[in-house]
């Protein structure tokens, strides 16, 4: 794609971006998610390197199509030259048209995928129509994986698969509706340059979380005082005099 299509189909996607936030309610910023005064919120985006890996991919099966097209328009050119020259916008716009639309689906895809962090869960949000929110809480998380392929590793991303035992809570939003999806068994965070640093952040978030037990030993620890005690005490004692 030369420079002054991309700037074409960069100044397109910026409005069409703007419109989709505005008609599907596309929220432009991170999911939320509930945390504990102080406790610190991590989110980002997959990897720029994401980007132009899924760029590669759609122009290699683009280049195909659009060379199929040029070879039948050249054939029937040698041979109806005429018919051919009238045919040749219509080839042109639908060998171009699907160019705009890749570039601005493969945008609305990576400027809609989120990854939030809190100290006891993550949260992934991905989809444009549909928007797909999954949480997934540490104590529940069972296995962590990197995996990458050779086109992956090329362009320095790869992917954290989080397998849980109980399931996330799969929520749908689909324009101004929610809808609740079953429980997911499986986190995809996908196209990231630090994957071996994400999964041992999860992987020690996983071990703190089961040793604290969320912190709910630390809340019942100091919400029972000496006196409390001592009032259940007796009233042990007496149940037991009965």
């Known amino acids: 794609m030369s420079r002054r299509m991309e700037a074409a189909t960069a100044w397109i996607y910026r409005g069409i971006w703007a419109g989709l936030t505005r008609w599907f309610r596309v929220p432009p910023e991170p999911p939320s998610l509930s945390v504990a005064p102080g406790e ?8 720029e390197g994401f980007l132009r890996y899924l760029k590669f991919k759609f122009w290699v099966v683009l280049v195909a199509i659009d060379g199929a097209i040029a070879i039948g328009w050249t054939v029937l050119f040698l041979r109806r030259s005429v018919l051919a020259s009238w045919l040749a ?5 639908i060998a171009v048209f699907p160019d705009i639309v890749a570039y601005i689906a493969i945008h609305l895809r990576y400027d809609t995928t989120w990854y939030v962090f809190t100290n006891r869960s993550l949260r992934i949000r991905r989809g444009i129509w549909v928007i797909q ?8 998380i069972q296995n962590v994986s990197v995996n990458s392929g050779p ?12 397998d849980t035992a109980g399931g996330g809570k799969a929520v749908k939003h689909s324009h101004s509706k929610k809808k609740e999806g079953s429980s997911s068994h499986q986190g995809l965070i996908e196209g990231i340059d630090n994957a071996a640093d994400i999964r041992n952040l999860i992987l020690n978030r996983v071990r703190h979380s089961r040793s604290a037990g969320l912190g ?20 042990r004692d007496a149940l037991t005099n009965l």
């Not at 916008?89 to 716009?93: I, Q, R, S, V």
């Not at 929110?133 to 529940?140: A, K, L, V």
């Open 40 to 47: 610190q919120v991590w989110s980002f985006r997959p990897a």
């Open 216 to 235: 709910d030993e630390a809340h019942t620890t100091s919400a029972w005082s000496a006196e409390h005690i001592a009032t259940l005490r007796e009233i």
């Open 133 to 140: 929110e999954t949480t997934i809480t540490f104590e529940n």
């Open 89 to 93: 916008p219509l080839a042109f716009m």
């Open 151 to 162: 086109l992956e590793r090329f362009y320095g991303i790869a992917n954290v698969t989080v």
